[in-house]
C-alpha cells in the first residue's frame, strides 16, 4: 500500500515502538495508521485497544475492522460484549477509563491503545475522561491519538512526555486530500465570495429549492446537510418531497435496498420506518438521535450505497462515522454550546465540513452555508471559515469514583495526582488551587458520609467506586437496602430515572403508584446529597433522577411492544431506545459489583434480560448487521 507523506511518517514511527499523536483534516486518512498498529500486533500476536467517544463510532469500528480482521475484532460498550476475549477489543472512551482505574491487571495483555477522535479531551461533559485514561495509562501501553486538526498538540504531547517519561511523536498534516470550495448563500442567490454578500442592503429571504437547484447544477449530490435541530432536520426533507432525484435503475435499487435492510432490522410495521418510505424513493433522508437506532442504520447503509442524494442530518454524522460525500450544506453557522447559542467553532464547523469531498472519487469538495445577515456578519462568517481552529483545553472534574479508586491506592497522597493533570500542565496557580479545592472537597464529603471510615473504604465506598456518573444517589440507595427491596420493575423504573435527561419542555405523562413511592425516596436521597454538595461548594452537582420514562419501562417489562410503549413519555422513540440501553450498562454495573449481594444480582439478571430484547438488543443490532 503507498502512503501518504503523514501517514507514512507515523507509521514510521509506530514501527520504531514510539506512541505518535496525528493531527489531521476530517477525510485525510487517520483510520490507515490505526489498522496498521492492528495488522502489526496481530502478527506478533499482541493486544490492541481501540477508544471512541460514541457509540455509533464503536459499532461502524467493529463492523469495519470485523470485515477486515475476522474473529480477533471484540467490542465493549456496556450495553453490548461481544468477543470479549479478542486481541482487538473496540470500547467508549469510558469503559477503558474504568479499566484504567478498578481494574488495571485486565490490561496486561494489551501493548497498544488507539484513542480516536482524541481531541475530545476539550468537551465540557466528557472531557475529564479522556484526561483520566491519559494520566493513568499503564507504562507498559503504547498510544496512537488520532485527532482533527488542533494547534496546541505539541502541548498535548509535551504533557504526556512529562507524565509518562517517554517520547511521545507528532504528525502533522495540514493539507486536505481533497480541497474544499466556499460558497454562501444570501439572499436567495448564491455567492462564491464571502465579501459579496457584504454588500447586499437588502437580502430577500433564502430559500431551500434554489439552493438545492444550484447544487444539483453543479453535480454536488451526494449531499449532506446539517442542521441543529431533529424537528427541522425531518422539516426540511419533507420540504423537498416534490423532487425526485432518482432515475428508474436507482429508484429500484434504493427500494430494494430499504425493504430488505427494514425486514432484516425489524422495522417493516414501524411506523417510522413508514414515514421514511416517500423520501427514500425520491433520494431523499433524514437522520437524528431521535431515531431508532437501527433506521438510522438503515438509512447509513443507504447513504454509503451512493443512492441517497440529500440527507439532512445533526452533527453527530459528522462524528467519526464514515460518511462522506461530495458537498455539505450549513443550515445555520450557530449552535447551542450547553445553553448558549453561538457562533460555530472553527474545530466543529471542520468536522463537519470534511465531509465534503470523497478521497479517491472527487477532485474537490463543495460547502455551502446559508447566511441570514439579521442573525450572522459577514465577518463572523469569515472568522468561523478561515480563523485557526481552536487549541484543545483541560476540562479536568474528577468523578467521586475516580477519588475513591485513587484514595483506596494513595490514600491522602491521591492530591499529589493531580499534578499528573493536563489541567496542571496548562494553568496557572489560581486555578490549579481551585481544582484542588474542588477535590479536597469531593473527598471530605465521601468522608462525612460514610465511603470512606478510619482511612479505608466502606461497603458503600467499594460500591460507589464502580459506578461511575451516577456514584452518590446509587450508592445512597444501595446503602439503606432500597436496591434489595425492589423487584425487575422497581430495578428497572430505578436505572431509567438515574440515566434520563430531560430536554427543554418535556413533561411526565404518566407515573405509576410504585413509580411515585421510588421517585419520593430518591428525591429525598437526592436533597441530602445536594445540600452537602452546595455546603462544600462542589460543582458541577450531582445528577437528579428524573421519571419521565418510569410508565414506559414499566410497561416495557410487562412484556409490551415497543410501539404501544411510546404514549407514555413524551421522549423520541431512538431516545427510548438509547436511555433503556443505558439501563441495561448501569444495571450490569450493579450486578458486577463486588459489594453487590447474590440475590440482587440474580433479580437484575432477569431486569436485564427482559429490558434487552428486541429493538433495545444492541448486540443483535450488530449480529444481524
Known sequence: MIYDRFQQEAIDYINQGLSVIVSAPTGAGKT?????????????????????????????????????????????????????????????????????????????????????????????????????????????????????????????????????SKPVKIVIEEKRPVPLHF??????????????????????????????????????????????????????????????????????????????????????????????????????????????????????????????????????????????????????????????????????????????????MDKEGFVYCRINLKRISPEEVRQVIYDKPEGVNSQFNTAYATILNLYKKYKDELFKTYTLSLHYFQTKKQQQQQALKLMEAKLKLLEETGYIENRELTLKGEFAKSVYGYELVLSELYARGIFEQLDEFGLGIIAAATVFEPRKNQHILNISKTGRKIRMVCEEVYAKIKEKESKLQIHPASKPTYFHLSSAMESWLRGSEFSKILQYTDTDEGEVVRYFRMSVQILREIKDNPASSHILKERIKETIRVINRDIVDAEKQLREG
Not at 470500547?91 to 488507539?114: A, G, Q
Request: net charge positive.
Open 183 to 360: 460558497f454562501f448563500q444570501c439572499g436567495n442567490q448564491t455567492w462564491k465570495r464571502i465579501e459579496d454578500v457584504k454588500n447586499l442592503h437588502y437580502a430577500k429571504q433564502n430559500k431551500l429549492n434554489t439552493l438545492i437547484n444550484y447544487v444539483r447544477q453543479e453535480q454536488g449530490f451526494p449531499c449532506i446537510y446539517f442542521v441543529f435541530g431533529r424537528k427541522r432536520a425531518e422539516y426540511l426533507a419533507c420540504e423537498l418531497y416534490g423532487y425526485d432525484f432518482l432515475n428508474k435503475e436507482e429508484k429500484n435499487k434504493i427500494l430494494s435496498m430499504y425493504e430488505s435492510l427494514s425486514k432484516r432490522f425489524d422495522l417493516k410495521h414501524e411506523k417510522s420506518a413508514q414515514n421514511l418510505y416517500p423520501l427514500i424513493q425520491r433520494g431523499i433522508a433524514y437522520h437524528h438521535a431521535g431515531m431508532l437506532p437501527t433506521l438510522k442504520e438503515v438509512i447509513e447503509r443507504l447513504f454509503t450505497s451512493r443512492l441517497l442524494k440529500v440527507i439532512f442530518t445533526t452533527e453527530t454524522f459528522a462524528l467519526g462515522i464514515n460518511m462522506p460525500s461530495r458537498s455539505v450544506i450549513f443550515d445555520d453557522l450557530r449552535k447551542f454550546y450547553g445553553r448558549y447559542l453561538r457562533i460555530l467553532k472553527v474545530r466543529d464547523f471542520y468536522q463537519m465540513a470534511g465531509r465534503a469531498g470523497r478521497r479517491g
Open 32 to 164: 490507515a495508521i490505526a489498522e496498521h498498529v492492528i495488522l502489526s500486533c496481530l502478527e506478533k500476536q499482541l493486544g490492541v485497544i481501540y477508544t471512541a467517544p460514541i457509540k455509533a463510532i464503536s459499532n461502524q469500528k467493529f463492523r469495519d475492522f470485523q470485515n477486515e480482521f475476522g474473529k480477533n475484532i471484540g467490542i465493549l460498550t456496556g450495553d453490548v460484549s461481544l468477543n470479549p476475549e479478542a486481541a482487538v477489543m473496540i470500547m467508549t472512551t469510558e469503559i477503558f477509563r474504568n479499566k484504567v482505574l478498578d481494574e488495571p491487571e485486565s490490561l496486561e495483555r494489551y501493548s497498544w491503545v488507539i484513542f480516536d477522535e482524541i481531541h475530545y479531551i476539550d468537551n465540557y461533559e466528557r472531557g475529564t475522561v479522556w484526561e483520566e485514561s491519559l494520566m493513568f495509562l499503564p507504562k507498559h501501553l503504547n498510544l496512537l491519538g488520532l485527532s482533527a486538526t488542533i494547534p496546541n498538540i505539541k502541548q498535548l504531547a509535551g504533557w504526556i512526555e512529562s507524565i509518562h
